[in-house]
């Protein structure tokens, strides 16, 4: 049995044949133990209370894998990060926690969303510890779902506004920040997406090998994913649909 881990879809209404992607991609796994999702696996999202026929839909496929005894993991991204028990309860889902360190046989792995690892993008970080203080979500989700959504547009507005002025490296992982969670999960290997810059990267710290693999974002045509079987490497791979 292998375990799958894939991020950064951006599902949303006006992206049919990704959802469909999806759905093809989650109902043709036959061997795995467990998929894991980490993070952004929605566009946005504005709180659980939030629904319609085409989350519905992604819901529904969620569940199926569940149902055919799948595991199934949810990590926050920066854009679903409100993301919440009640939505993974009614899919039979489970979050998952940043940093979280998965044994698979005889290997291990750390696994993230991969925002908490760009700090040289300082404007990025200080929004991201306002967006995730538990007082400033209690006060967001006080508020009405019409009052949300609008803020969200607005966000999304002046964040597409903000990337196209900052230059690549400061969007990309600060490598002392991947060595930092590395030391601190002590293991030397790492999952983890958001930049969608897929690749395998392989270094020395200290005299220890080291790999960082790198998710892709989906789009229309095609996804990314990891495979892993148990007591072999994570395998990379990307596929159409």
């Known amino acids: 049995m292998a375990l799958y881990f894939i991020s950064d879809l951006h599902l949303e209404h006006q992206r049919p044949a990704m959802a469909a992607g999806f759905k093809g991609f989650v109902d043709g796994l036959t061997d795995a133990e467990a998929l894991y999702i980490l993070g952004d696996f929605f566009e946005v999202w504005m709180g659980d209370d939030y629904n319609d026929p085409f989350v519905d839909g992604v819901k529904a496929t969620l569940r199926n894998a569940v149902e055919r005894g799948i595991a199934v993991y949810l990590m926050h ?126 270094w020395q710290h200290q005299g220890e090998a080291r790999e960082r693999i790198v998710l892709g974002d989906w789009d229309d045509t095609q996804g990314w994913m990891i495979r892993w079987e148990k007591d072999s490497a994570p395998q990379l791979s990307k596929f159409s649909f």
């Open 77 to 202: 991204g920066n854009r679903d990060f409100l993301l919440g028990e009640a939505f993974c309860a009614d899919i039979g889902a489970n979050m998952v926690a940043e940093g979280s360190v998965i044994h698979h046989g005889d290997e291990s792995a750390v696994i993230l969303h991969g925002d908490s690892l760009c700090t040289q993008d300082v404007e990025y970080m200080k929004i991201r510890q306002m967006f995730r203080s538990p007082q400033w979500q209690a006060d967001f989700l006080g508020k009405s779902l019409e009052e949300r959504i609008a803020f969200a547009r607005h966000v999304r507005s002046e964040s597409q506004s903000g990337q196209q002025m900052k230059s690549a490296e400061i969007m990309d992982v600060t490598p002392i920040e991947v060595d930092k969670a590395l030391d601190e999960a002590g293991v030397a290997r790492m999952i983890h997406g958001h930049t969608h810059r897929p690749n395998v990267h392989h």
